[in-house]
């Protein structure tokens, strides 16, 4: 199993950036992807983007393609961070976003993640 926990979350004005984090602890070395996915009020969660454990591969949802950038730290072997950059945001954002981990290969299925961090809340105002 692996823990995740989120940070960087807040409130922006709109065409401004935040960087989330998250730290995962656990079984890393047995080959995790990584994703972020984010649920705004009243919709249903969605797919943000995902890494591959080695970091060399990144798959982004179309909204996030330009203005999201998705990178991996796995120098500790202990915890693992990935780090997802959100520039030029929107009201549209706001929403919470999550974490999640999936032994194996990446992808954008939410079914496929096991293990979730508890989501932080990103505002972004008009």
């Known amino acids: 199993q692996v823990q995740l926990k989120e940070a960087g979350g807040g409130l922006v004005q709109a065409g401004g950036s935040l960087r989330l984090s998250c730290a995962a602890s656990?079984?890393?070395?047995?080959?995790?992807?990584m994703a972020w996915f984010r649920q705004a009020p009243g919709k249903e969660r969605e797919f943000v983007a995902a890494?591959?454990?080695?970091?060399?591969?990144?798959?982004?949802?179309e909204f996030a393609k330009g203005r999201f950038t998705l990178s991996r730290d796995n120098a500790n072997a202990a915890v693992n961070t990935v780090y997802l950059q959100m520039s030029s945001l929107g009201p549209e954002d706001t929403a919470v976003y999550y974490c999640?981990?999936?032994?194996?290969?990446?992808?954008?299925?939410?079914?496929?993640?096991?293990?979730w961090g508890q989501g932080t809340q990103v505002t972004v105002s008009s």
């Open positions: 999640a981990a999936k032994l194996g290969y990446y992808g954008p299925a939410e079914e496929d993640y096991n293990d």
């Open positions: 656990g079984r890393m070395n047995d080959g995790y992807a």
């Open positions: 890494v591959t454990w080695t970091g060399n591969d990144v798959e982004y949802e």
